[in-house]
């Protein structure tokens, strides 16, 4: 009877010993997994939003504003990649919006602003430490600003 | 009682012994999958900024319109000089110079304009440096270039080529072109903290150039 119960608590304090570093390391493995999930596809969707801004950029320069049409357009591309809340604003310097009615001249500097959200499972990371992040599920915030002078 | 003593440690060695490769094996899990985390991330930084390097080119890729309409060759200079006739001079450039600095902060979203030009998040450690900005303009009458290089401090040299040329990246000049590099230090693996980087002043800097030719 001794014994057996000797026995017994043995295996317990093995198995406890064997297994919680494990689980405890386990659990850390899956978590940087699914970070590193929900960081790669924001990453990639971010690029091809990026993709559609370089093309929309090219029709910025050369007719020096984006009438309604133009925005719709855009729009129905970042759409199509699933981004929500979309807002693109064009300005010149003075902050007036390019809309056709109001155009570039050459030479003037203007301000494109894409602001959309995309969905994904999206991490909040604190700018100094890589392991202060948490989960967000209601997508990622995506603000592209990007500057060019006009060529029309 | 030997043997009693004997058992006992050659179950207590393997316990140990279980246990102590199995942390190892998860901790070298858990480095490979930081590595390929950090590996995607620092892709992912290296094609934006990539990015935003072809966006600036393009942005300031204003040609002398007078020249043009003379010569048919894209001539690259400031955009208040558009109706004056090209020269190989260094003053008709600097406001492009000027002007991609400008377009930078806004493209690559940093912190502060003029020098030093600079962004911090996890990734990157401090300043922009512009290692090379440099003009090719292409006449292709004579096949030859005029080649403007500038660098953070600014106007550096102005040379004049022909035959095959190629940018600091190793990528050949096709007509009139502009390259742009820049520099910044990159954090590492578990993104130490600015007082960390400059105290140890072993960061890895970053050197990424990007090379577009100016099309109409």
């Not at chain 2, 400031?78 to 004056?84: I, L, Q």
């Not at chain 2, 800097?205 to 990007?210: E, K, V």
Request: glycine letters at 8%; aromatic letters at 12%.
């Amino acid at each position: 009877m001794k014994k057996i119960k000797l026995w017994l608590k043995q295996k317990n304090e093995g198995s406890l010993y064997d297994f919680l570093p494990s689980l405890v390391i386990m659990l850390a493995v899956a978590i940087m997994f699914f970070a590193f999930l929900g960081i790669f596809s924001v990453v990639s969707l971010n690029e091809e939003v990026k993709q559609v801004v370089r093309s929309s950029m090219l029709l910025v320069e050369t007719q020096g504003y984006l009438d309604s049409g133009d925005i719709a357009g855009i729009e129905s591309q970042l759409t199509a990649l699933g981004a929500t809340d979309i807002t693109v604003t064009v300005k010149d310097s003075g902050g007036n919006v390019l809309n056709g009615t109001t155009v570039a001249p050459y030479g003037d500097d203007i301000y494109f602003d894409l602001y959309c959200t995309i969905p994904a499972q999206s991490l909040n990371q604190a700018a100094t430490n890589l392991f202060a992040m948490s989960f967000n599920n209601d997508g990622y915030e995506l603000h592209i600003a990007r500057k060019t002078i006009s060529k029309c | 009682m030997l043997k009693r003593l004997k058992t006992f440690l050659k179950k207590k060695s393997e316990g140990m012994m279980g246990s102590t490769t199995a942390i190892l094996l998860w901790l070298l899990l858990i480095l490979i999958v930081t590595f390929i985390f950090m590996t995607t991330v620092y892709h992912a930084v290296s094609s934006s900024v990539r990015n935003a390097l072809t966006d600036s080119n393009l942005a300031v890729s204003t040609i002398s319109l007078k020249s043009f309409g003379e010569t048919q060759d894209l001539l690259v200079c400031g955009k208040s000089n558009s109706m004056t006739t090209y020269t190989d001079d260094h003053s008709l450039t600097d406001e492009v110079y000027a002007d991609y600095r400008d377009v930078l902060v806004v493209n690559m979203e940093l912190d502060e304009a003029g020098p030093p030009m600079s962004k911090t998040n996890f990734v990157y450690g401090g300043a922009v440096t512009v290692d090379y900005f440099i003009i090719y303009n292409y006449h292709a009458e004579e096949d030859k270039y005029d080649v403007f290089t500038y660098n953070e401090a600014g106007f550096v040299s102005l040379t004049h080529e022909t035959g095959q040329i190629f940018a600091p990246n190793g990528k050949r000049v096709y007509g009139t072109s502009i390259y742009s590099q820049i520099s910044f230090p990159v954090r590492g693996y578990f993104a130490r903290s600015d007082n960390e980087y400059n105290t140890y002043g072993d960061g890895i800097t970053a050197h990424i150039g990007q090379l577009s030719a100016v099309t109409l």
